[in-house]
Structure formats: structure tokens, C-alpha cells
Nanobody, 122 residues
């Protein structure tokens, strides 16, 4: 198990941007793929984006495919999610988690952290 800490959320107006960060508490992510997910009130958790460790291949969910960008630092300590052109329907708690495969959106490995709240006002 790896504990993660998500940060960077906040309240923005529609059309704005945010940069979310995911850090592994006490250790680096190493060779693990890492994904971002979100959960809006009353809805199921939804896959947003993921990135592999070595080649940094990426995969995006349909909801934010053209409005998000995932990246990770070379030390494998942090995975960021840049959100663009935000809409009110993007309002959700955003979580990160290690994954066994970026193409298998249910392949997360660890217990969920606290997440970071993103609120988009119209």
C-alpha cells in the first residue's frame, strides 16, 4: 500500500484552469503507473487520466480527454494533472492512485486518499 496526498484543488470560474498534484507519502511512485480519478456528488468514481513510469505513456478518459494533461517528474515523486477550460460539471473530488495498467481503469492498487476538491462556478 502507498498513501497518496492530492493537492491543488480549489474554486475557479468556468473556463479557468487548475493544476493538481499527487505525491506518494514517504516514498516515490517508482515504476508504478499512476492515474487520476474523480467523483462528483451522487455519481460513481470516474477515470480521468493515467501515466506510465518509464516511457510516460498516457491515457485519458472521455470526459476530459482534450481538456487535461497528465505528467510526472523524473524522480517519480509527483504526478500532476493540468485541467483546462473547466466546466461546472467538472466539479468533483479528484483522487490519484497507483494502477497496474493505465488502460484498465479499474486496476487501481491502493486505498483512496482524501482527494482534492475542485469546484467550478458558472
Amino acid at each position: 500500500q502507498v498513501q497518496v496526498v492530492e493537492s491543488g484543488g480549489g474554486t475557479v470560474q468556468a473556463g479557468g484552469s487548475l493544476r493538481l498534484s499527487c505525491t506518494a507519502s514517504g516514498r516515490a511512485f517508482g515504476s508504478s503507473s499512476v492515474g487520476w480519478f474523480r467523483q462528483a456528488p451522487g455519481k460513481e468514481r470516474e477515470f480521468v487520466a493515467a501515466i506510465t513510469a518509464i516511457k510516460k505513456n498516457t491515457w485519458y478518459g472521455d470526459s476530459m480527454r482534450d481538456r487535461s494533461s497528465i505528467s510526472r517528474d523524473s524522480d517519480q515523486n509527483t504526478v500532476d494533472l493540468q485541467l483546462h477550460r473547466l466546466k461546472p460539471e467538472d466539479t468533483a473530488v479528484y483522487y490519484c492512485n497507483r494502477m497496474t495498467s493505465i488502460y484498465s481503469t479499474e486496476s487501481y492498487l491502493d486505498e483512496w486518499g482524501q482527494g482534492t476538491q475542485v469546484t467550478v462556478s458558472s
